[in-house]
């Protein structure tokens, strides 16, 4: 039986974050290309991965040391431009509009669930364009609540009208997303799209990829 509503995780679930770092890189050579030495922005995008740490201030100053400057630049400088254009910098898997136009087509109702800053996970929602399919979106630092805590979820549902038991969860995360889910009396799914495996314990079902769903829907 299909469910009332499915919820979803954003980060590495519904928003590539390899395909955003390769997407920053190119906006950092042009915001930053003059005061750097000749460099590909290849380069940049290979040293974004290496120093990735989710927009720290320790990735700022690793940044800073690790790319040829023709001055010394601030750590502060570039966590301020993290924070204001990684957001918009977002790139979604390339299944998600299929899913949720085919989720949409069903009329389940659908919901986003995200750990993070206001600011930085509305820019992404927004980069997306997000908010045509989700009923609600639920982001850790709006309702003072954090994945795995069940509140969260539950707030989740109760924008929805919809009860746990007939709804799914879908995210990356074993401890964050599935079991915090499961936990709050979801379905849950994890989905191998991030940089986490899944332990043979972890409750709830699998899929490869996040078109992997839509088999689970009249299963």
């Known amino acids: 039986m299909p469910p009332a509503a499915v919820l979803f995780d954003l980060d590495d679930t519904l928003a590539d974050r390899a395909a955003a770092l390769r997407r920053y890189a190119r906006f950092f050579a042009e915001d930053f290309g003059a005061q750097l030495l000749p460099s590909l922005t290849e380069t940049l995008h290979s040293t974004l991965i290496r120093v990735d740490d989710f927009g720290s201030l320790a990735q700022a100053e690793a940044l800073c040391a690790a790319l040829p400057w023709r001055a010394p630049v601030e750590p502060q400088v570039l966590f301020d431009h993290w924070a204001g254009r990684f957001g918009e910098a977002a790139v979604a898997f390339e299944?998600?509009?299929?899913?949720?136009?085919?989720?949409?087509?069903?009329?389940?109702?659908?919901?986003?669930?995200?750990?993070?800053?206001?600011?930085?996970?509305?820019?992404?929602?927004?980069?997306?364009?997000?908010?045509?399919?989700?009923?609600?979106?639920v982001i850790s630092a709006e309702v003072d609540w954090r994945k795995p805590d069940t509140a969260i979820f539950r707030r989740a549902l109760a924008d929805l009208g919809c009860v746990a038991s007939e709804s799914w969860f879908v995210g990356d995360h074993p401890d964050l997303d599935v079991r915090g889910a499961h936990?709050?009396?979801?379905?849950?799914?994890?989905?191998?799209?991030?940089?986490?495996?899944?332990?043979?314990?972890?409750?709830?079902?699998?899929?490869?990829?996040?078109s992997d769903l839509l088999r689970h829907l009249d299963g």
Do not use: C
């Open 95 to 137: 299944d998600v509009e299929p899913v949720l136009r085919e989720l949409q087509r069903r009329h389940i109702r659908m919901g986003l669930v995200t750990n993070g800053g206001a600011a930085m996970q509305r820019a992404k929602i927004a980069a997306l364009g997000l908010e045509r399919y989700m009923s609600t979106i």
């Open 183 to 210: 936990a709050a009396g979801l379905v849950a799914f994890w989905v191998r799209t991030g940089v986490f495996e899944a332990p043979d314990d972890l409750p709830g079902r699998r899929l490869d990829r996040l």
